[in-house]
């Protein structure tokens, strides 16, 4: 790919009021992104017209696209443009695919091996909107699938995490310059999914701060990357339901999650499933639509050399079933109290949670 036609693509990114689709149109004029970017005033005057094209002509007297592609391939960040190999597929088939993406991380982690799932919510989830999220993407994980979010507070950096405690592939697009960790209380996610494997990615510029209406515009990103959008929980204006928008507009599947209706939280997964999204409650709810088996997935797995006999027989019960505490007592055969003493110590170590469905189950 010549090195000049890379810098026309990072040019083109760079300018602000020019944006995939006005961007698509020049390329169609002019027969290619190079030749677009070293139009004369007159020729840009008949795409963009006079206003537009003076701003352009402008931006490129004072801007040098090579010495950018330099300065950005020494702080290790890949630029991606539309006509690269290494851009991916499913968002190359979106009507407005990104001029270019700027990544940190590992590329590949944009060609879901298996299956590409966003996970989206709220960045105020209850106790049971974390509890859903982080079951359903751990499984979704164990069986391989890239997710794919945010990096915001609440549901994205909750399936952030499940899939890196699951050691799966996960994506995380921003609505700022992949150099900006945003939320700055996300600094240790950022973190982590670089040290893990993880990529970041966006369509804006290295160093473009948060500006009102770049994350709205990030949302088709994070559908476009996908096969299918989960929405967990949020309100009836929650921008998940914007992400949910352009994965209907996109040709993507559209899951929800049902939530306790007494919840302002469940306003937003509602809504989609009234409006034709499948219900989903759990990950094979999911696969189910794209044909693919859970028989091969990884199971939960604990280490018995870290419990006690008594720790031992509980989470033997619960490997095999969800239990009520009435009927893991049957099984185990322990008294109520030690039954539930054990209980709590498997649930500060971890190992064992309380579903929605109030039963104890392996974490």
């Not at 017209?49 to 490129?60: C, N, P, Q």
């Not at 164990?142 to 990096?151: E, F, K, L, N, R």
């Not at 720790?311 to 008294?335: C, G, K, M, N």
Request: with cysteine; net charge neutral.
């Amino acid at each position: 790919m010549k090195r000049s036609l890379v810098t026309a693509y990072l040019g083109f990114s760079y300018v602000l009021g020019i944006g995939p689709m006005k961007f698509a149109s020049l390329v169609a004029h002019f027969g290619n992104a190079e030749k677009a970017y070293r139009a004369n005033l007159k020729q840009l005057q008949e795409i963009l017209g006079l206003v537009s094209a003076e701003a352009f002509y402008s931006f490129r007297n004072d801007f040098s696209p090579e010495k950018e592609l330099d300065r950005l391939e020494k702080q290790s960040i890949h630029v991606i443009p539309q006509i690269s190999q290494k851009y991916p597929p499913n968002l190359l088939s979106i009507s407005d695919s990104p001029i270019c993406l700027f990544a940190k991380g590992d590329p590949s982690k944009l060609f879901p091996k298996k299956i590409g799932i966003a996970v989206v919510g709220t960045r105020k989830p209850t106790a049971y909107g974390i509890q859903v999220t982080k079951r359903i993407t751990s499984d979704l994980a164990d069986y391989g699938a890239t997710i794919v979010s945010g990096m915001a507070l609440g549901i994205d950096a909750e399936a952030h995490k499940a899939a890196l405690d699951n050691e799966a592939p996960t994506v995380a697009v921003l609505g700022c310059g992949v150099n900006i960790p945003y939320p700055a209380a996300n600094k240790w996610l950022y973190d982590r999914i670089l040290k893990e494997g993880g990529v970041i990615v966006s369509e804006f510029p290295p160093d473009r701060t948060v500006l009102p209406g770049l994350f709205i515009s990030r949302n088709r990103i994070i559908s476009g990357l996908s096969q299918g959008v989960l929405i967990t929980e949020g309100l009836k204006d929650s921008g998940a339901l914007i992400t949910a928008s352009y994965a209907a507009n996109q040709g993507r599947d559209v899951f929800a999650v049902p939530s306790p209706i007494t919840s302002n939280m469940s306003e937003a997964p509602h809504i989609l499933l009234k409006q034709g999204a499948k219900l989903v409650t759990s990950a094979q709810d999911i696969l189910e639509e794209y044909n693919i088996s859970v028989r091969n997935s990884k199971q939960k797995t604990v280490d018995f050399s870290l419990l006690n006999s008594e720790e031992r027989s509980i989470v033997q019960a619960l490997l095999e079933t969800p239990l009520l505490i009435d009927d893991l007592i049957v099984v185990i055969d322990f008294p109520v109290s030690q039954t539930l003493q054990v209980l709590s110590r498997l649930e500060l170590k971890g190992i064992v949670e309380k579903n929605s469905e109030g039963k104890y189950q392996i974490a």
